[in-house]
């Protein structure tokens, strides 16, 4: 496997993660690192093996605490006691969780020493059941480049007493926490982030520092997590564009314009499309922080601009696709046929829906590469780059 030499073969296993059979997050927690890795090797090979060559894996040299974006419940058990953690796998039972080893350490911290504050400031925690209680949870993000943390704060109502001391005593214990945000969902829902924030502390967002760009994250950004491979997952994607200075490319679902901003320096023109409104704000300002001026931004969904485009009889020599994983929609897929660009890279965290994707536009592009890249080490997602070429070229 394609993983650093240096990666360790420890096992964090049964005697190391007390929560694995309850959390259900890590599901290869049995394995060697390098069996995972070949595990999903394999995985990928079997999926995708038919279309193209898949690449050996990239892996890591150090797979843990990986994670810069680290999400907690908030709840209370019969006698008292406050818990926090995540979900146990199928059910809303908390795991009351004590360390993560694919988290980030200073976030975990802070999750676990809002437990003892809102405690010790008497805040009830949300019940799901009843509906009472303000205290839903705790979300943390880190720039692991900048070392700038946010904490989002989210309650079940505006109303928030003892919220300056609370922030103000978080602060104290954690002075490496630059902002903190809260975020009302007041309603009873499966999301974590509801639509209204107030900003409690700093500016309101982080910023971090990838390939040479620095980037603003909002709460409701979205921002890889693993930014240690995220720097081999857009360095290969940006080499499968083989950008010349002259291309006209489109980043569709965009994010923050991450992939679209590091790549304009290579490219002509540059196209980002996202349908999230905070994304698009964070992206904008992006964009003017490192002066970068090729780039136009649009607020819409990506399927829909890509259906318009192609109805005007616009042109793209590139397109860069990142979706969700639910994957393409098949309007979006359409669109892309007409549009019919020289090169597509597809971004993929999902090979079963990028199989599926891969089947309708291969009979218009040939499969050049596929590299899987590992991005969560111990679960089995996985993340891959394709490169297409269109047939007739």
Request: hydrophobic share 35%; charged share 25%; with cysteine.
């Amino acid at each position: 496997m394609a993983a650093e030499k240096n990666h360790t073969q420890q096992n964090i296993g049964q005697s190391v993660c007390p929560y694995r059979k309850l959390c259900g997050g890590c599901t290869y927690t049995e394995m060697s690192y390098e069996e995972q890795l070949k595990e999903k090797q394999k995985w990928v090979k079997k999926l995708l093996g038919g279309y193209g060559r898949v690449e050996p894996i990239k892996g890591m040299g150090y797979p843990y605490h990986y994670r810069n974006k680290v999400h907690a419940v908030y709840g209370q058990k019969r006698n008292g006691q406050i818990v926090c953690g995540t979900y146990q796998e199928g059910t809303h039972r908390i795991v009351d969780i004590g360390e993560c080893h694919i988290q980030d350490k200073i976030a975990t911290e802070i999750i676990l020493d809002m437990k003892d504050l809102i405690r010790s400031f008497k805040i009830k925690p949300y019940n799901e059941d009843t509906g009472y209680g303000l205290f839903r949870h705790v979300l943390v993000r880190r720039g692991f480049a900048t070392g700038q943390v946010m904490v989002v704060l989210v309650l079940a109502s505006p109303v928030f007493p003892s919220g300056k001391n609370l922030v103000k005593a978080l602060v104290k214990k954690h002075p490496e926490i630059t902002t903190v945000v809260m975020n009302i969902n007041d309603r009873q829902t499966s999301m974590i982030l509801g639509d209204r924030e107030k900003v409690l502390y700093g500016k309101g967002y982080i910023e971090d520092e990838l390939m040479g760009c620095t980037f603003r994250i909002s709460a409701k950004s979205f921002y890889q997590v693993n930014p240690v491979q995220t720097k081999h997952l857009y360095r290969t994607a940006i080499s499968y564009a083989g950008l010349t200075g002259k291309e006209k490319v489109l980043d569709a679902y965009c994010g923050i314009g991450t992939i679209g901003l590091i790549a304009a320096k290579d490219a002509g023109d540059v196209v980002s499309v996202e349908l999230n409104r905070d994304a698009v704000r964070d992206a904008i300002i992006n964009a003017k922080t490192n002066k970068i001026s090729n780039v136009r931004f649009i607020c819409r969904d990506a399927g829909e601009y890509m259906e318009e485009a192609a109805r005007r009889g616009e042109k793209f020599d590139v397109v860069f696709m990142d979706p969700p994983r639910s994957g393409s929609s098949e309007a979006f897929l359409r669109s892309l046929k007409i549009l019919s660009p020289r090169k597509v890279v597809y971004i993929s965290c999902n090979p079963e829906t990028l199989a599926r994707d891969l089947k309708s536009l291969s009979k218009d592009y040939r499969v050049e590469k596929i590299q899987p890249v590992d991005m969560f080490p111990f679960t089995n997602h996985i993340e891959c780059v394709v490169a297409l070429h269109r047939v007739d070229m």
